[in-house]
């Protein structure tokens, strides 16, 4: 994983897709409460919260050793840097991963591939228009940013809309929307319904957000 990411970021783990989850998310057979009590941590929000600030830790502690790779700012923040590893998944699934990845690497040439870091930082360009504005719309300044709660349905609003359109990360989302670490961020992108925020939103928000192109 690159630096500055969480590894939530990362989809096809145990701890994005397992762990991290609440019990009743994960799959039937995926044991998750012992998984955790071995580790040490309570299958509880705040425990699989700790878990993963631990993890982000570690990998910002041990650096190329944990598979941490340098220069984040020269790759597309929503790709893995992972060279070697197991996968989570059936053999179907590990034999349509390969083919992936071959023809990712048979892309090497191509204009997407070439300009990676100007679309990464036009993504964190926009991500910041995004929320400027959406914070302008909300009637929020800095210092109400810092008082409310990551849990605010205007934090959240503003979250899930840099993750589905832009190429910011989740820590980058969570020390923008100050949400309290990239474990928190993705707690309340993943499990909130958007409906349910909507509906909590200030109207000034909610029409910025409906008049942002698809």
């Known amino acids: 994983m690159g630096a500055g990411q969480s590894v939530l970021d990362y989809p096809w783990s145990s701890v994005a897709g397992g762990y991290a989850l609440p019990q009743g998310k994960r799959a039937d057979w995926f044991a998750g409460a012992r998984g955790l009590e071995a580790l040490g941590y309570a299958d509880t929000v705040a425990g699989r919260r700790r878990m993963v600030e631990d993890l982000d830790r570690r990998v910002l502690e041990e650096g190329e050793r944990s598979g941490l790779v340098e220069e984040p700012e020269k790759r597309d923040a929503r790709t893995s840097d992972l060279r070697r590893g197991w996968y989570w998944g059936r053999q179907e699934f590990g034999e349509k ?7 990712k690497m048979k892309q090497t040439k191509s204009r997407a591939y070439r300009r990676g870091p100007e679309r990464l930082a036009h993504g964190l360009d926009r991500a910041e228009e ?9 009637g929020m300044d800095g210092s109400e940013l810092a008082r409310v709660a990551g849990s605010d349905p205007r934090k959240v609003a503003l979250a899930k809309i840099v993750r589905e359109r832009t190429t910011a990360n989740l820590t980058w989302v969570a020390e923008r929307l100050m949400m309290g670490g990239a474990a928190n961020a993705g707690h309340y992108v993943r499990n909130r319904p958007w409906q349910a925020i909507r509906k909590r939103l200030p109207v000034g928000l909610r029409v910025y957000i409906d008049d942002l192109p698809k």
């Open 130 to 138: 995004l929320v400027a504005g959406g914070l302008a719309a909300a």
């Open 97 to 103: 991963l390969r083919k992936m990845l071959g023809k």
